[in-house]
DNA sequence: TCTGGGGTCCTAGGACCC
DNA sequence: TCTGGGGTCCTAGGACCC
C-alpha cells in the first residue's frame, strides 16, 4: 500500500505557522512580483472563490474588504519547511518519492493492512507536532487511488483528513465521487474526452474498455485506466535522476528599455543556472536566451525572440556561459520596445568530469575550475552574490522582482530569527 | 497600472544507419 | 509493372503536473 501525504495550503501554512495571530485567519501567497495567487487557505477559499493564478489587481477589492493577509512568496522558508516535512516521513518508511515540494508518495508495504488508518493518523500529527504543517494522507493500493484518496480525504468535512481505500465499496465511492476532470493526470482536452465518451465520473472511465482509454489518451491513459482498476503501473521514485534542463526566466519588476539593465539581469540569471548546474555535477552543452515584452500589454508593441547557442565543450563555468549568454542577448535585442522577461535555459546537460572532447580539441585546462570553485566557496560562507561578475551590476533594484509583503527566512537566517516575547525585552 | 515559474512524459515524423 | 525490413536518434508540439 501506499501513502500519499499533502500539505494544506503549503505556502499559506507555512506563514501561518510563524505568525500565530493569523490562526484561522484568511491568508493568501502571491507568486513572483507579486502578481497572481498562487495559494490560499481554507478560510480565504470560503471568502471567495479564488482560481488559481488570479491576477491580484481583479480581487484586489475583496481581499481589502476581508481583511485577507498577503504574502509574497517566500521559496527560502517554504523550501526548508519542506525538507523538514520531508525528514519527518522518513520515520515512517524507507521508501519515500518527494514528488514535488509540499507532497510524497510513501510506501506503508511493511505495515499491517489493519493498522494503516492508525497509521496515517499518526503521520499527520507527527508532521503537525514537528513542523505545524497540517496535512492530509490518502492511502491506497496505486498512486493515482492515494492521489484521489488524499483529496477527497480533504473534502471530508467531518473526517479526520485520512482515507484508506482498503475495500472495493470504498474504491467505488472514491471514484464516484470525482467528476472526469477530478481524475489526477487528465486535464481539460482529457475530461472533454471522457465527458463525450459518456462518464460522469472516474468510476464510469474505469468501466471503459480498456482499448478506449489506450487509443483516445496514449499509454498514459492506459495506465491511469489501470491504477484506477488497482492495478498499479507507477513505481515509487525514490531516486531523483539529475535534471534534462534547467532554466529561469522571471518578469522585471519594471518594464524596461535599457539594454544595459537587461544585461545585468540576464547577467544574475545565468549566474544561478549556473550554480544550479554545478550543484548537481553536470555541465551544459547548450544555452538558450530569451527576451520578451508583456504580451497582455494591449498598448505595447509586442517583439519576442530566441537565440540557441552551442558550446564547443560542455561547461558549468559561470564566466563562459555569461559571456554567451550576452552575445546571444546582443543579437537579439532590439531598441525601442518595453521588455518584461529575459530568461536562460541550459540544455544538453552531460555529467561533469566525462566531458567528451572534440576530435581536434585540446582540453581547456580546467577552464576557470579553482577560480570558480573559490568564488562557490565565499559564497556559500558569505552568502548568495558576495562575489559576482561585474556584468551582473549594483543595480537590482531597477529591475528585480517586486516583493512586497515577504515574510522574514525564519528558519535560515540568524539575523530574520522569530523574535519571542516582548520587544523591549531585546 | 497591475497577469508566475519550473517541470515531466509521450508521440509523430524527419533524418539517418545497416 | 514491380522498389525491403529492421533499427536509432532527435525534435517539436501536446498534455499534464505542482
Redo the contacts with the bound molecule.
Sequence with gaps: MIALIDCNSFYASCEQVFRPELKNKPVVVL???D??I?AANKEAKALVHIP??E?V?KIKNILDANKVTCFSSNYTLYSDMSRRVMDTLQQFSPLVEE?????SFVDLSHYDSSELRQIGLEIKSTILRHTGIPVGVGIAKTKVLA?MANKFAKKMTCGTAVYVVDSEERRQSLLRSAKPKD?????????LRLEKAGCKNALDFTNLEVAWARKEM???GE?LWRELNNSPCLDLKTQT?P?????????FGY?LEDFGLIEEACSYYVAEVAD?LRQQKSAASQIEVFLTT?Y??E?DNQYHNKIILSLDQPTNSTITLTQIALKGLRRIYRPGYRY??V?VNLFHLVPDGTIQLGLFEQSKKSEDKGLTKTIDLLNSKFGKNKIKLATVGNREKQWA?IKEHRSPRYTTQWEELLTVGKPNDK
Design positions: 507568486s513572483n512580483n502578481g497572481c498562487i488559481m493564478f491576477p489587481f514528488y514535488s515540494i509540499d507532497e492521489k481524475i489526477w493526470g487528465i486535464g481539460k482536452k482529457h475530461a496514449t499509454v498514459i495506465r535522476d535534471k534534462k534542463g534547467i532554466g529561469t526566466a522571471k518578469s518594464k544550479l508583456n497582455h500589454s498598448f518584461k522577461k530568461g522582482l
